[in-house]
């Protein structure tokens, strides 16, 4: 996600406030922030310490590795963290300000699947509710068929993994090779 300066000031730092404060006050209690790896000024450690005084931060190891140890992630917006988390199958939930982070037609499908499944939220309140809602047990609501099958529908068509991943690239190099 590109952010410029104007968005970062008034809609994407406010709408993680709005976020922070929705959070039940033992759920506050239990944040693990990881910081981008670069903060281009943000001072976004700063940034989050205002916002909740209470948070530890983790800027060690890579975040898979530290996503392996959460019992839930959110990701505030659409990066590849978001898909690596799928991928890992651990509880996830996703917001952010659709209008600056919009999808193609052909991906908005995939991605109401996720609304759907009460996993992708457009407005910061309604993630945080869901936060407080599943707090307890985050992984009987994602272990759910509904939201399993929302998941393996949309890691299909945009992180799909295999354990014959090397195979299936031979092949389709053979494939494509026997084209020319």
């Avoid at 976020?19 to 670069?38: D, G, M, T």
């Avoid at 699947?113 to 996993?119: M, N, P, T």
Wanted: charged share 25%; glycine share 2%; proline share 6%.
């Amino acid at each position: 996600t590109y952010l410029i300066p104007e968005y970062v000031y008034f809609k994407y730092y406010p709408m993680k406030a709005i976020f922070f404060q929705n959070l039940k006050e033992f759920v506050k209690k239990r944040v693990l922030y990881r910081p981008y790896i670069y903060d281009y000024g943000w001072r976004e450690e700063e940034r989050i310490k205002q916002m909740l005084p209470c948070v530890n931060f983790n800027n060690t190891g890579t975040a898979v590795s530290i996503m392996k140890t959460c019992s839930l992630v959110v990701i505030d917006h659409p990066s590849t963290s978001f898909l690596e988390a799928f991928v890992i199958n651990v509880p996830t939930i996703l917001f952010w300000d659709n209008e600056q982070n919009p999808m193609r037609e052909e991906a908005k499908p995939f991605f109401q699947l996720l609304v759907d499944a009460g996993i992708l939220y457009y407005n910061p309140m309604d993630a945080a509710k869901k936060v407080n809602e599943i707090s307890e047990n985050p992984e009987i609501w994602w272990n759910s068929k509904y939201v399993q099958s929302a998941i393996q529908k949309f890691c299909r068509r945009f992180a799909w993994t295999s354990i014959d991943w090397r195979k299936m690239w031979v092949s389709t190099i053979k494939d494509l090779n026997s084209i020319n």
